[in-house]
């Protein structure tokens, strides 16, 4: 760390130097602006053209070094979520038609992503949206009522005896992972790019904060599923209708634990987030009933078991996000 003395000129102004091998890196010339960030800690951050466009990041994967497909996924989601806005697939030969499938299978599952390029051999992919145009607590919300639907649906389905009900749950856990891996992506960006945090009025710890939800949430979604799959299993047998009723009855409880969560983070309530957290304990009983009922056939009871289990985590989970409310607001002077 280098130390400067802060000087005055004209009789009011403060100033100091910078340091000369900073200039010349970056390139800096007589009368540029530089932007100055007071940070939280006390510490002022200067960055070198503040009105720069976003940096062109580009990642590159050679495609005769990859045999599998889903691998290819796995690296294309990986350098989405790592905050690259360019992404280049390139083969010595013509691409193999699966590789070509897997890409636009990407690009039509991720958020932004689009083809801009292409020949015989490569495959330009670039993000197109504007991470300042999608907040994380709209994606955050967005994100929570399709949670809310899919545990309200899947319980509707059992129910009603539907069963393409419980698939359309099933099938909708691809749009919260959509919604999740754009939080996971931006609160990367937010960390590499001081600036855009500001644009985007979040501060890096809250960035970091609304993806913990983010996960939390997907994981919540995650259960509906598991719950909709085993639901699936019950539509064609006899179940009656207590059983049901207290299924029902600790699915909604679960959801009014993550309500009360997710109110306390827009109301900036730790005492709501509290309430949240305490009232898990009282769900365990429901559970624990639902668990626990008596049945006839071993199948029925196995399959109780794993919707009481996705009940109980789901509450868990809700919970976690009631304790990541309390920790993000308890630096908060106007915190409840």
């Not at 889903?70 to 038609?97: D, E, H, T, V, W």
């Not at 959801?255 to 365990?284: F, P």
């Not at 789901?314 to 993000?328: D, K, L, P």
Request: charged share 30%; aromatic share 6%.
């Amino acid at each position: 760390m280098e130390m400067r003395k802060v000087q005055i000129t004209g009789g009011s102004s403060f100033t100091i130097t910078l340091p000369k091998e900073w200039i010349i890196q970056m390139k800096i010339k007589k009368n540029d602006t530089l932007g100055l960030i007071p940070q939280s800690d006390g510490t002022l951050l200067i960055s070198p053209n503040p009105s720069k466009e976003k940096i062109k990041r580009v990642k590159e994967f050679h495609i005769d070094e990859i045999q599998d497909v889903n691998y290819l996924f796995r690296l294309l989601l990986g350098a989405y979520i790592m905050g690259f806005n360019y992404i280049k697939i390139l083969a010595n030969n013509k691409l193999n038609p699966q590789f070509r499938d897997c890409v636009i299978s990407f690009t039509q599952t991720a958020i932004g992503p689009e083809i801009v390029e292409e020949t015989l051999n490569t495959i330009t992919i670039k993000d197109l949206v504007n991470p300042i145009e999608m907040p994380f607590n709209k994606s955050i919300k967005r994100i929570n009522i399709l949670v809310r639907t899919m545990h309200e649906d899947v319980i509707t389905a059992l129910k009603k005896r539907d069963k393409n009900l419980a698939k359309d749950v099933i099938y909708r856990d691809r749009e919260i992972n959509r919604r999740h891996w754009l939080i996971a992506r931006q609160s990367n960006m937010v960390l590499q790019d001081i600036i855009l945090a500001r644009k985007m009025d979040v501060s890096l710890e809250e960035a970091n904060h609304y993806f913990l939800i983010s996960r939390h949430l997907e994981r919540i979604g995650d259960h509906a599923v598991r719950i909709a799959k085993n639901i699936s299993n019950l539509i064609e047998k006899k179940i009656e209708i207590e059983i049901i009723n207290k299924i029902s009855k600790a699915s909604d409880f679960s959801l009014d634990i993550l309500t009360k969560s997710l109110e306390a983070l827009e109301r900036r309530n730790i005492k709501m987030a509290n309430e949240g957290i305490e009232a898990i304990s009282d769900l365990l009983v429901f559970c624990e009933d639902i668990s626990k009922y008596p049945t006839d056939s071993k199948e029925i009871s196995l399959r109780l078991n794993y919707i009481s289990e996705s009940i109980r985590r789901t509450a868990e989970y809700a919970g976690n996000i009631a304790e990541i409310v309390i920790n993000n607001l308890i630096k908060d002077k106007t915190s409840k």
